[in-house]
């Protein structure tokens, strides 16, 4: 099998496909997944203190920016990763689940938000692209790294935490904190 072949043989496996929830069981998800997201029960509370770690990481490039930079945040959830950044800079989100983020006090330093990333235009172009523990979570992983690359600038840096599910730390954080619910 030659590398090309092999390379559409993955992609064609894409975009995933979810089935809807039933409206009963999307309203439990969707209390559920807010509750987590928001740290509103101890064990969730645990997990975003261990999720921290990433936040850090992705912002870690920050000390050696000094210019205007923009930046894009794929996945920003309850807009947690705002508190680790310099905000005095363009800062635009994608996050199709727009309940996470709707009512926070954050939404003002948002400059841009949006549901998907294919709603950017392609005039757009960020300095850094960042995403938070999202990838994993992506049905149409491809098609977005591929609009990643058209919306980084030249010398734009992709920034991304992926947790290292299956690890021994990994697998004890999780008994810890969110896989108590």
């Known amino acids: 099998m030659t590398d090309k072949t092999y390379i559409n043989s993955i992609i064609s496996q894409f975009p995933k496909k979810r089935s809807a929830l039933p409206a009963p069981f999307k309203k439990i998800y969707n209390e ?24 850090k990481k992705v912002a870690a490039d920050l000390k050696f920016l000094n210019d205007d930079y923009e930046t894009l945040e794929v996945g920003a959830g309850t807009l947690n990763h705002l508190a680790f950044e310099n905000l005095k800079y363009p800062y635009d989100i994608v996050e199709p689940f727009s309940e996470l983020y ?71 954080a999780w008994k810890l904190s969110t896989g108590l619910e």
């Open 102 to 172: 709707v009512h926070s006090e954050e939404l003002q330093l948002i400059r841009n938000q949006f549901s998907y990333i294919n709603e950017i235009p392609l005039e757009y172009h960020y300095d850094r692209i960042l995403s938070i523990a999202t990838f994993e979570h992506l049905c149409d992983l491809p098609s977005i790294i591929a609009k990643i690359g058209m919306l980084l600038k030249a010398d734009g840096v992709l920034r991304v935490a992926i947790p290292s599910e299956g690890g021994l730390l990994w697998k004890l």
């Open 32 to 55: 559920h997944y807010q509750n987590n997201r928001r740290g509103n029960t101890k064990a969730s509370r645990l997990g975003s203190q261990l999720e921290k770690w990433m936040h």
